[in-house]
């Protein structure tokens, strides 16, 4: 079972586009554009996944239902899930456009399971087998989190997660990690970025600047089936920038290049076809990443929507 997890909350001040900041906030009765409750047994599709019957096996009296034109929500509250389902649908467009892609065909509406008490979720933990210290998770294509309504979040983690999703759907037989974390990383700190400013916010994505003798060599990047341990905070910082450094070269190769991945076809000699012209060799396409991914600055994204 491939599993995209959550980053481990230490790590989220350093790769978010804003810090984590909790604010206390009181729950507030759901308005009249409160997301619409659907019985279960009215659903238009069901989770095929096996851990969405563990999630909702615990306290099962507890979870509502309802759906958007992309997602399928199970939840407790609707004042905690109505904002997650908007800026689920404004990342699907954001993503969705930024792929290039349209819908696909007889396509499968992603689950979204959203639980509030810690105590459920330390149960949903141990059912599924779970890290301990995972705040959520993809899984075969639905998302499973933990949002307590005493907080407010403000960060780019539920865009990263809907990113995953999404392209679950578009590239089903999986991506390379370095790629799924990537992209993920990319289009969601844009689209945070942009979601914010349409609500007033001032707000604008970074891309963090790694010191060159951090760097992980791209050999060793790309064949990496899941973050390390002992290197998560580069990896998915240099895993963000190369992702950005190849699409800011050529964004039209950069998707030829996604779509070859998705097929399995190898990244080096892939790489240097898609890019021929821009990167002679191996060497070369390692030498101008380590000069781009030194730079700090505030990115000028290509994000459709930005």
């Given at each position: ?248 070269t050529d964004k039209p190769r950069f998707l030829a290049l996604l779509d070859a991945l998705a097929r399995h076809q190898p990244f080096d000699s892939t790489v240097l076809r898609i890019y021929a012209g821009e990167f002679a060799s191996a060497a070369v396409l390692e ?20």
């Amino acid at each position: 079972m491939r599993l995209s997890k959550f980053l481990p909350s230490s790590l989220f001040l350093t790769i978010s586009i804003v810090p984590l900041t909790w604010a206390q906030s009181t729950p507030t009765t759901a308005g009249l554009n409160a997301l619409p409750e659907v019985e279960f047994s009215r659903l238009s599709q069901r989770d095929p996944n096996p851990l969405g019957e563990k999630a909702l096996a615990i306290h099962p009296e507890q979870w509502k239902h309802g759906e958007t034109e992309h997602f399928i929500y199970h939840f407790v509250d609707s004042f905690v899930v109505t904002p997650i389902s908007v800026e689920a649908e404004f990342h699907y467009r954001v993503v969705a456009k930024e792929l290039e892609r349209e819908q696909p065909a007889g396509d499968t509406k992603s689950h979204i399971y959203v639980f509030e008490r810690p105590a459920d979720w330390q149960q949903f933990q141990k059912l599924g087998r779970l890290e301990p210290w995972t705040g959520g998770i993809h899984s075969q294509g639905s998302l499973f989190i933990v949002r307590n309504p005493a907080f407010k979040f403000s960060n780019n983690t539920l865009g990263h997660e809907i990113a995953h999703l999404i392209l679950h759907r578009f590239y089903s037989d999986a991506i390379p990690c370095w790629l799924d974390e990537g992209f993920a990383q990319y289009v969601s700190k844009g689209a945070h970025a942009s979601y914010q400013r349409a609500r007033g916010y001032i707000s604008k994505p970074h891309s963090q600047a790694i010191a060159t003798q951090d760097l992980i060599p791209l050999t060793v990047l790309v064949a990496m089936t899941q973050p390390p341990s002992e290197r998560v905070e580069i990896f998915y910082n240099e895993s963000e920038r190369f992702v950005r450094f190849l699409a800011s070269t050529d964004k039209p190769r950069f998707l030829a290049l996604l779509d070859a991945l998705a097929r399995h076809q190898p990244f080096d000699s892939t790489v240097l076809r898609i890019y021929a012209g821009e990167f002679a060799s191996a060497a070369v396409l390692e030498e101008k990443f380590r000069d781009y991914a030194a730079k700090d600055s505030e990115t000028s994204s290509q994000l459709a929507g930005e």
